[in-house]
């Protein structure tokens, strides 16, 4: 059970979940096939090597195991990160939390919500990402970026204050 499903008032009901867009692991990617090809390339020369009485070897050997963990290590930390950002819009207000050891969290009610900003770049577009700004009453702009699907949590919101002024 996350943070959102935890923290719901009595009778509140999660309408809208998104998450980070998968374009954040996109570095850690591309450092984890970079630190796997070199790692791999030691292992095959250290075992290939011609000079096993030197040592040369196993230290190929050890060094590539040591960058193939780094690598996924990286990919590791990475991907827990993406996952520990929830985001959700209830029939009551938005919450946002972010992060594994520090937390932020954003809790707004949509009765103080004046607007939710979506920017994109042309890239974001094409990809389904984005950043949105939760702007609350009184000032407060919440910024998050690399949003999966920022129009449709912006839509979300727009339906839940449409749905409020009807009552």
């Keep these: 059970m996350g943070y959102v499903e935890q923290n719901l ?3 509140e009901r999660i ?3 998104t998450h980070l867009h998968w374009i954040v ?4 990617i591309f450092v984890d096939t970079l630190f796997s090809a070199a790692g791999l390339a030691l292992i095959v020369w250290g075992i290939a090597g011609k000079h096993p009485e030197r040592g040369e070897g ?3 050997g050890i060094a590539g195991l040591l960058l193939l963990l780094a690598g996924n290590v990286i990919l590791a930390i990475a991907a827990v990160r993406r996952n520990a950002t929830e985001m959700a819009v209830t029939d009551r207000r938005v ?3 972010v992060g594994v050891l520090t937390k932020r969290t954003v809790e707004v009610f949509l009765s103080k919500i004046e607007s ?8 974001g577009r094409m990809m389904g990402f984005g950043s949105i700004s939760v702007r609350g009453t009184g000032g407060t ?3 998050f970026s690399h949003v999966a699907n920022p129009l449709e949590f912006r839509r979300q919101v727009q339906n839940q204050l449409g749905a409020q002024l009807n009552l």
């Design 9 to 11: 008032n009595p009778g």
């Design 116 to 123: 939710v900003g979506v920017e994109q770049t042309l890239w």
């Design 141 to 143: 702009n919440e910024p």
């Design 95 to 97: 919450i946002i939390k």
């Design 25 to 28: 692991l996109f570095r850690s």
């Design 15 to 17: 309408l809208y979940t």
């Design 58 to 60: 196993q230290v190929a």
